[in-house]
């Protein structure tokens, strides 16, 4: 059964402190890994997608990096409005169903 | 970008209503699915479409049924609502190994 973890469940910050999200998973055929973010009350907005271990992806304050078991999500010198729920997923199989982790939620004091 | 839009964002039903949940993507993505959100939970998955007509059942499937008559539009229907099927539901839309698009959300309070 596919299993994603997300730790920690919750994670405070001050402003221009810079942390790491953490998703594990166990997936058999892993077909991408995906992270969102998801404001109160939103649907999850899509950051980014890693398709292969050592593969890295780059937006603003966010890094997303991939190894064969886990993902980490960097969050560089953050501001408040980096705040939310960060939500990490797995597509496997034909279909490509996904799979989501229960998120991270990050609070960044200004 | 695709844009995937759900029918209502708020909805309050009573229990034992037929209550139909809609979503529509303006791309010609194969893939729909439709989740539910509740604290501690994250997003589980009920049903997903991967053509029209075709469905496969997530991992909660029970008290929903779904419709898919055209790519474009899903439907979340719930037979007969009860109280624990207040949530919050998230449809997305899917190409491939593409990245899903998520619809702003409804949140439905079964009273």
């Known amino acids: 059964e596919d299993q994603v973890t997300q730790s920690p469940e919750a994670l405070r910050l001050q402003e221009g402190e810079s942390s790491s999200l953490n998703c594990s998973y166990t997936?058999?055929?892993?077909?991408?890994l995906f992270w969102y973010r998801q404001d109160p009350g939103k649907g999850p907005e899509f950051l980014f997608t890693?398709?292969?271990a050592g593969e890295e992806k780059e937006k603003e304050r966010l890094k997303a990096t991939l190894t064969k078991k886990e993902s980490f999500l960097h969050i560089t010198a953050p501001k408040p409005e980096d705040s939310a729920t960060y939500l990490c997923?797995?597509?496997?199989?034909?279909?490509?169903?996904?799979?989501f982790g229960k998120g991270t939620l990050l609070t960044v004091n200004p | 970008d695709v844009k995937v839009t759900q029918s209502s964002r708020y909805l309050v039903k009573r229990t034992g209503e037929k209550v139909f949940l809609e979503c529509v993507q303006d791309?010609?993505?194969?893939?729909m699915f439709w989740y539910r959100q509740d604290p501690g939970l994250g997003l589980r998955l009920i049903y997903f479409?991967?053509?029209?007509?075709?469905?496969e059942k997530g991992d909660i499937p029970e008290g929903y049924s779904v419709s898919r008559e055209k790519k474009e539009r899903f439907s979340l229907i719930l037979e007969s609502a009860s109280t624990n099927q207040t949530s919050m539901y998230l449809c997305?839309?899917?190409?491939?190994?593409?990245?899903?698009?998520f619809g702003q959300g409804t949140r439905l309070t079964v009273v």
């Open positions: 997305a839309a899917k190409g491939g190994a593409t990245e899903a698009f």
């Open positions: 997936v058999s055929g892993l077909r991408g």
């Open positions: 997923a797995v597509g496997r199989g034909s279909n490509y169903k996904l799979t």
């Open positions: 479409s991967y053509d029209v007509k075709m469905k």
């Open positions: 890693l398709y292969s």
């Open positions: 791309m010609d993505h194969e893939n």
